[in-house]
Structure formats: structure tokens, C-alpha cells
């Protein structure tokens, strides 16, 4: 298993951005897909992002597309999720997460190893 530690999150104004990280340990990181979810109270967590163990390709959902861009390091064993032109429907705990097949599953039960979170909160 690889572990997975989120951090970058905070408060910031509607229209501004945020830079998560996420940090894993291990050797194995470059043999996964990574996902970004979120999170807000009493809802499922929702599929955001992910990218290809070569990051090489990237998928979105719909609501986050050309705001948010999800990229990785291989060799600092980091993925990142840049998000842009934030809005207060945003807020939510940000997870990052492996996963194995690609296209991405949507579902949170198809990731494997997850992170904390990372609180993002945007104000109106």
C-alpha cells in the first residue's frame, strides 16, 4: 500500500486559486493512477480528477473542467491539483487516492489508498 498525505488547503476568496499536494510514500507510487475526490458533509464523496500513471492522460469531471488541472511528479512521489477561478461550491475535503484502471471509475470505491484530506474553503 502506498500512504497518502494531502496538504495545501485553506480559505481563499471566490476566484482565486489553490495548489493541493499530494505526498505519498513508497516506490511504488509511480505504478499508480491517482484521483482527487472531495467531500462535504452528508454527501458521497465525488469523483474531481485523475491522472494516468505516466501522467500522460488526465480526466475531469465536468463541473471542475478547464479550472482545475491535476498533474504528478514521479520522482518527488507527488501529485498536485491545481484549482483556478474557485467557487464557494467548491468547498468540500479534498482526498487524493490511487487507483488502477484507466478510464478512471468515478467511484470512490474503485480508489484504493486515501489520504486525510485537505479542507478548501471558498468564500463568496
Known amino acids: 500500500q502506498v500512504h497518502l498525505v494531502e496538504s495545501g488547503g485553506g480559505l481563499v476568496q471566490a476566484g482565486g486559486s489553490l495548489r493541493l499536494s499530494c505526498a505519498a510514500s513508497?516506490?511504488?507510487?509511480?505504478?499508480?493512477?491517482m484521483g482527487w475526490f472531495r467531500q462535504t458533509p452528508g454527501k458521497e464523496r465525488e469523483f474531481v480528477a485523475a491522472i494516468r500513471w505516466t501522467g500522460g492522460s488526465t480526466y475531469y469531471a465536468d463541473s471542475v473542467k478547464g479550472r482545475f488541472t491535476i498533474s504528478r511528479d514521479n520522482a518527488k512521489n507527488t501529485a498536485y491539483l491545481q484549482m483556478n477561478s474557485l467557487k464557494p461550491e467548491d468547498t468540500a475535503v479534498y482526498y487524493c487516492?490511487?487507483?488502477?484502471?484507466?478510464?478512471?471509475?468515478?467511484?470512490?470505491?474503485?480508489?484504493?489508498?486515501w489520504g486525510q484530506g485537505t479542507q478548501v474553503t471558498v468564500s463568496s
Open positions: 487516492a490511487t487507483g488502477s484502471g484507466w478510464p478512471p471509475e468515478r467511484s470512490a470505491a474503485e480508489f484504493g489508498s
Open positions: 513508497g516506490r511504488t507510487f509511480r505504478r499508480y493512477n
